[in-house]
């Protein structure tokens, strides 16, 4: 079994069947076509905008609504000199203090409307409550 496995394998080896040749020969030659530097590295892209994360645009409004003690919507945009309303609707005091003292800011209160005469000059005026820290809002005048 073993003894006649060998004879036939080394035959088999010795003298490879004509196609096996031929085989080789085209094989060969399509290696040699194929080279020549067309194995250029795919352009591995331009990474996407990221985008710029930041505030959203404020809200063309003269309105804000004290709610949830939240101002709503927190950042509004107003001509130069607009007089803006703070509507209180929560039933508890607020205030609306703005960080520029030039500004005539509205003391606690804990219904209805105030009115707050914004600056002519051109700028991003912040105000916020003085009894609740994270209530903050920003006047865009433009
Ligand atoms: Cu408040």
Excluded at 51 to 77: E, H, K, R
Aim: proline content about 11%; overall charge neutral; hydrophobic content about 30%.
């Amino acid at each position: 079994m073993f003894s006649s496995w060998i004879p036939d394998r080394l035959h088999t080896l010795g003298r490879p069947p004509r196609y096996v040749i031929t085989m080789g020969l085209i094989v060969l030659a399509a290696a040699c076509g194929g080279s020549g530097g067309s194995d250029t590295p795919t352009n591995p892209g331009t990474p996407g905008n990221t985008g710029t994360p930041g505030t959203p645009a404020p809200v063309a409004t003269t309105s804000v609504s004290l709610q949830n003690s939240t101002f709503n919507p927190p950042d509004i945009q107003v001509s130069p000199g607009a007089t803006v309303t703070f509507t209180n609707n929560d039933g508890i005091n607020h205030t609306v203090t703005f960080d520029n003292t030039s500004i005539s800011s509205v003391d606690a209160y804990s219904t209805g409307a105030k009115t707050v005469t914004m600056p002519t000059a051109p700028g991003t005026y912040t105000y916020h409550c003085a009894i609740h820290g994270p209530m903050k809002g920003t006047v865009l005048v433009k």
